[in-house]
């Protein structure tokens, strides 16, 4: 379990610090597999965890890095991050939402104690290295993924509170991310269509 | 109140059935029945004088579905199932066929809305009627919306509906009982400005004269006739008990009252919109109404009698008159006064029609503008006893508005049906077809019976002013009679000898024009030009200045003053100020995210505190 969160700690740095579109498909993709493991890990095999951590795996670790892997094909875009934010501060900055969400995660009350103390952290990392890649990233396609990252870690507090709430919800948050990805690749298709560019700095001309 | 209830469910079902069998028959048959049920229901709770009351189970927070069928509340719904009944029939001929679906299921929508909204006793059921109501009336503002200004005088009235639901919504917040006690002063002035708004009191009137000309001519009928008249319901019902300070309430109310009423009447006199003179001649009559309630509020309870009475007379004087201008407009298919002209030789029983609700409006003996307004000047003398000063202004005001509601029915029917038509389309009108011409007919003679029955209906309560109107009604009865007895022997001594028809001496010019007839401008122009510095009556002249003129037009306008003068720079004000914020919105998608981040980061440090 708590090499799962580990796993995923050292996987959000290397989205912070990796250059390549390709490479953090991939890793995003990882992310996936590893949050449909977890709750299995945290809760063992019972019917209602085998059924949040598959259909968790595969929407998050098939169908999103595949739409991404299509879309990063039409676009035919260069490689390159391109970032506003160089890697290295990025890892820096990293390194320091880490460190605040261990000490701001600490106090805040929960219905019952998580599987793992790393659990809620990791967590809140995971869903401030998705908004910092959102801001940071001149690419669209970068921008998606920093969603889905964001996506990753409020499905990863979910699993803190998994026996506690409805399977209803879990499932919902599964489809909204399934649904925005889908709105995100048609978007994608259309930015790239328009301005012939992925790159979101363009998107200023559509200030009237 | 089973009756009434049925009657609006029938309304419902009956629009939601024209949606699917767009059939007009389908839609009066429903009107007439929905409208007879409840016709039904309000006579029983009026001949008996009791409430009754009704709870349905409601969920919804702080909601409850609490119905009572009050005398005041079926004074105010007998009249709209009345009208709602003339203007279906009227509306059967003269929407254009096929149209739209939706109108008749608005049509529908709105009265019935109308009914809940006066039965509602509770604030939520009341608000979520008032917004049905207010939604529905907007549908059939824009209901011709292919034109620019009909959109535009939609917008207008949905900001205004909504200013208003916004301050009644307050208004429920702070007094939910909804005149089971006394008001404060607080309460009552979100209460006048969230009603006040609905009635057209100025400065809250500007909607009105947008909105009620471009609707088509029987939905403005019910407008102006009906749907107003829940704005005075709404003050009424909130002062039905006793308030605090009644004193101040009742001379706010006369002064907003007197200022709505000139208000209303100087615009109305320099209108050259036919509809759009009706519509201001509203705000005028909902300023009087105002002014007796505030005169009955400092202790002239026959104020109160004479404004319901005037509320009452005005709904079916205006009716007619919107159903007479319809008529007018379907023929000549214009507003323009100045495109009229000639149209009594041509259309002899809208121009009756509208004849009877112009004398009832400008206050001609013995219909029902002159006897309201007689009575408020009695009343007025009554307080200058021991109020002088109320009485003065009541004095002043009713004395002053007649004399111009005069001025402005003269002008509407002498430019629009006498002398000579102006436009190719008038020359052409002639009088449309029964189904528009039987319900003008019924209006014409319900106003008439209405003013007749007024001393009888004051006899129990007030003897002596009764007995005063009785035999002043009498007399002008006996005036009618007898030059209708003239005219009779006229045509029957003339029904044998040759008459011959020859035009008007000229003063010796061969060659008379249309265009050298009175234009409504010109008829009043004397008054607009005494009262310019409140009309602010815009005139472009052509300049006659070399010795040889170029062709020049000339044009008039009238704009409102208050949305010129106040409602302009205020929300240009608010403009400016809004473009501030539009330094965030600079298209970088980045920072729009990084302002969530930021704000997410500052909450939870905020947390932490």
């Known amino acids: 379990m708590d090499t799962a969160l580990v796993l995923l700690i050292l996987s959000l740095f290397w989205l912070l610090g990796s250059s390549s579109i390709p490479s953090l498909i991939r890793v995003v993709g990882y992310q996936g597999v590893l949050l449909g493991v977890l709750p299995i890990l945290a809760y063992g095999f019972e019917r209602e965890v085998l059924l949040v951590g598959l259909s968790g795996l595969a929407v998050k670790g098939l169908i999103f890095p595949w739409l991404m892997q299509r879309a990063l094909r039409e676009a035919r875009v260069t490689r390159e991050v391109e970032p506003l934010v160089s890697y290295n501060l990025s890892l820096l900055l990293g390194v320091l939402v880490l460190g605040a969400s261990l000490v701001f995660t600490a106090e805040i009350p929960l219905p019952a104690a998580p599987p793992s103390h790393l659990l809620v952290p990791v967590a809140f990392t995971a869903v401030a290295v998705g908004l910092f890649l959102v801001v940071a990233r001149k690419k669209a396609l970068v921008q998606a993924l920093g969603y889905l990252v964001f996506e990753n870690g409020i499905y990863a507090f979910g699993l803190a509170v998994l026996p506690h709430a409805p399977l209803v919800i879990e499932a919902g948050i599964l489809l909204d991310a399934l649904v925005a990805v889908l709105v995100m690749g048609i978007t994608l298709f259309h930015i790239n269509r328009t301005f012939d560019s992925l790159s979101t700095e363009r998107l200023v001309q559509l200030k009237d | 109140m089973n009756e009434v209830l049925t009657g609006l469910v029938i309304l419902v079902v009956g629009g939601l059935a024209t949606l699917f069998l767009n059939h007009r028959w389908v839609a009066l048959v429903t009107a007439a029945a929905g409208f007879l049920t409840i016709l039904q229901g309000c006579g029983l709770v009026l001949a008996l004088q009791t409430p009754q009351s009704l709870e349905l189970p409601w969920a919804v927070p702080g909601g409850s579905f609490s119905l009572v069928l009050d005398p005041l509340a079926a004074f105010f719904l007998a009249p709209a199932a009345l009208l709602g009944i003339l203007a279906s029939i009227y509306a059967v001929g003269y929407f254009p066929r096929p149209g739209r679906r939706s109108t008749w299921f608005f049509l529908h929508l709105m009265m019935a809305a109308l009914g809940l909204v006066l039965l509602a006793r509770n604030g939520v059921l009341f608000l979520v009627a008032w917004e049905v109501m207010a939604l529905a009336s907007f549908f059939l503002v824009t209901?011709?919306?292919?034109?620019?200004?009909?959109?535009?005088?939609?917008?207008?009235?949905?900001?205004?509906?909504?200013?208003?639901?916004?301050?009644?919504?307050?208004?429920?917040?702070?007094?939910?009982?909804?005149?089971?006690?006394?008001?404060?002063?607080?309460?009552?002035?979100?209460?006048?400005?969230?009603?006040?708004?609905?009635?057209?009191?100025?400065?809250?009137?500007?909607?009105?004269?947008?909105?009620?000309?471009?609707?088509?001519?029987?939905v403005s009928a019910l407008l102006s006739g009906v749907v107003i008249n829940t704005?005075?319901?709404?003050?009424?019902?909130?002062?039905?008990?006793?308030?605090?300070?009644a004193r101040a309430i009742g001379w706010t109310l006369l002064l907003v009252g007197a200022i709505t009423a000139l208000t209303g009447v100087l615009f109305a006199l320099a209108q050259r919109d036919l509809k759009g003179l009706l519509a201001y001649s509203s705000v005028e009559n909902m300023g009087l109404v105002c002014l007796?309630?505030?005169?009955?509020?400092?202790?002239?309870?026959?104020?109160?009698?004479?404004?319901?009475?005037?509320?009452?007379?005005?709904?079916?004087?205006?009716?007619?008159?919107?159903?007479a201008a319809g008529s007018v407009l379907h023929q000549t298919h214009t507003r323009d006064l100045e495109e009229m002209g000639g149209l009594l030789r041509r259309m002899p029983l809208?121009?009756?029609?509208?004849?009877?609700?112009?004398?009832?409006?400008?206050?001609?003996?013995?219909?029902?503008?002159?006897?309201?307004?007689?009575?408020?000047?009695?009343?007025?003398?009554?307080?200058?006893?021991?109020?002088?000063?109320?009485?003065?202004?009541?004095?002043?005001t009713v004395a002053l508005v007649a004399g111009l509601a005069l001025a402005a029915f003269t002008k509407a029917f002498g430019i629009a049906f006498l002398g000579?038509?102006?436009?190719?389309?008038?020359?052409?009108?002639?009088?449309?077809?029964?189904?528009?011409?039987?319900?003008?007919?019924l209006l014409a003679l319900g106003a008439l019976g209405l003013a007749a029955g007024t001393p009888w209906l004051l006899s129990r309560t007030y003897p002596e002013q009764s007995a005063v109107l009785a035999s002043l009604l009498s007399f002008t009865g006996l005036v009618v009679a007898l030059a209708a007895a003239l005219?009779?022997?006229?045509?029957?001594?003339?029904?044998?000898?040759?008459?011959?028809?020859?035009?008007?001496?000229?003063?010796?010019?061969?060659?008379?024009?249309?265009?050298?007839?009175?234009?409504?401008?010109?008829?009043?122009?004397?008054?607009?030009?005494?009262?310019?510095?409140?009309?602010?009556?815009?005139?472009?002249?052509?300049?006659?200045?070399?010795?040889?003129?170029?062709?020049?037009?000339?044009?008039?306008?009238?704009?409102?003053?208050?949305?010129?003068?106040?409602?302009?720079?205020?929300?240009?004000?608010?403009?400016?100020?809004?473009?501030?914020?539009?330094?965030?919105?600079?298209?970088?998608?980045?920072?729009?995210?990084?302002?969530?981040l930021v704000t997410l980061v500052g909450l939870l440090a905020w947390g932490q505190l």
């Open chain 2, 143 to 218: 209901s011709e919306d292919e034109q620019r200004q009909v959109r535009q005088a939609g917008w207008i009235y949905l900001v205004a509906t909504h200013l208003g639901s916004f301050f009644l919504i307050a208004f429920f917040a702070i007094a939910p009982d909804f005149g089971q006690s006394g008001v404060g002063p607080v309460a009552f002035v979100l209460a006048l400005i969230g009603f006040g708004s609905k009635a057209g009191l100025v400065p809250l009137h500007i909607w009105l004269p947008e909105a009620h000309p471009v609707a088509p001519s029987p």
């Open chain 2, 231 to 245: 704005g005075i319901y709404g003050l009424m019902r909130v002062l039905s008990h006793p308030p605090e300070h």
């Open chain 2, 292 to 323: 007796g309630l505030g005169l009955g509020l400092l202790g002239q309870p026959l104020a109160t009698a004479a404004a319901m009475l005037h509320l009452l007379s005005h709904g079916l004087l205006k009716s007619l008159l919107f159903l």
């Open chain 2, 350 to 396: 809208t121009g009756l029609a509208f004849l009877v609700g112009a004398a009832g409006l400008a206050g001609l003996p013995p219909l029902g503008g002159f006897i309201t307004e007689l009575l408020l000047l009695l009343c007025a003398v009554q307080a200058m006893q021991h109020n002088l000063l109320a009485g003065l202004v009541t004095l002043l």
């Open chain 2, 420 to 441: 000579e038509p102006r436009s190719q389309r008038a020359a052409r009108a002639h009088d449309p077809g029964p189904l528009m011409l039987t319900p003008m007919a």
């Open chain 2, 487 to 596: 005219y009779a022997l006229r045509s029957q001594l003339l029904k044998t000898r040759p008459v011959g028809a020859a035009p008007t001496w000229g003063c010796g010019y061969l060659a008379p024009s249309t265009r050298m007839e009175y234009t409504g401008l010109s008829f009043s122009q004397p008054l607009t030009d005494l009262f310019a510095s409140v009309l602010h009556h815009r005139v472009h002249q052509p300049r006659m200045e070399p010795i040889f003129p170029a062709e020049e037009t000339f044009s008039d306008e009238t704009p409102d003053l208050f949305e010129d003068e106040v409602y302009r720079p205020m929300l240009e004000g608010l403009v400016r100020l809004s473009g501030l914020l539009r330094r965030l919105q600079h298209g970088r998608v980045q920072f729009y995210v990084l302002y969530v």
